[in-house]
């Protein structure tokens, strides 16, 4: 009964993914597109659909919670618009791990999603490596030295905790080749309102904003960074 249902979400999924596809790149005849273009066209429908279709087999999402609602329906419109206007890999899986999460959540609508698709749109790998990173130090720190059940959903003390330190520490140089490099990825994070920086006495503080924290309940950086190999 379950595969049978996974393969009735699957075939019902593939059928708007090719849909939305369609419906974004409006139908362009082949005949006034390049090879390469087409292909790349193809290619990148493909991978935004298996990333979509990997994150909602996850988890516990109605087939008609995504097919028959026109607010998914804007929703897939716009993350196949994402794949169009060439979202590498790691980014259609951090918007599909969102699109997963609020519609597991039973709160996905254009606003929701949009909130931060502009942000995982336009994230880098270093980027998202790095956030990636800074979460995982950033709960070991509350988990080990303050000792926060959930840390995560602490929010008001996690942002006040900085594991910059630590980070450094361990991405340089073995990732970065400088704390300086380092430090220009985290002010990224910054300008895109995920990371609050300061300096302290000459030194960098670089402590996590609530927009980060929320993400980090919906997306997986780690898993995203190493998405396109």
């Known amino acids: 009964m379950d595969h049978q249902r996974d ?3 699957a075939n019902g999924a593939l059928t708007i993914l090719s849909d939305a596809w369609s419906f974004v790149t409006g139908g362009l005849p082949s005949a006034t597109l390049s090879d390469a273009i087409q292909k790349y066209g193809r290619n990148q429908a493909k991978v935004a659909a298996e990333e979509l279709l990997r994150e909602l087999s996850k988890g516990e999402v109605s087939e008609c919670y995504i097919v028959d609602r026109d607010e998914s329906l804007a929703v897939i419109v716009r993350y196949m618009a994402a794949a169009r206007d060439g979202a590498a890999r790691r980014n ?3 918007l599909s791990q969102s699109i997963a999460g609020l519609a597991s959540r039973h709160i996905l609508s254009p606003d929701r ?3 931060y698709a502009d942000i995982l749109t336009r994230l880098t790998r270093d980027q998202t490596f790095v956030a990636g990173r800074y979460l995982a130090l950033l709960k070991r720190v509350a988990d080990n030295e303050y000792k ?3 840390s995560l959903d602490s929010a008001y003390l996690l942002m006040r905790m900085d594991p910059y330190p630590t980070l450094k520490k361990e991405l340089v140089p073995s990732q970065f080749g400088t704390a ?5 990825v985290l002010l990224q994070l910054g300008g895109l309102g995920l990371i609050a920086s300061g300096v302290v006495e000459a030194d960098m503080l670089y402590k996590p904003t609530f927009s980060l924290l929320e993400l980090s309940k919906l997306v997986d950086f780690e898993s995203a960074s190493d998405a396109d190999g």
């Open 113 to 115: 999603f949009g909130k």
């Open 92 to 94: 259609l899986r951090l």
């Open 148 to 150: 926060i059940e959930d």
């Open 7 to 9: 393969a009735e979400l």
């Open 180 to 184: 300086h490099e380092l430090d220009a």
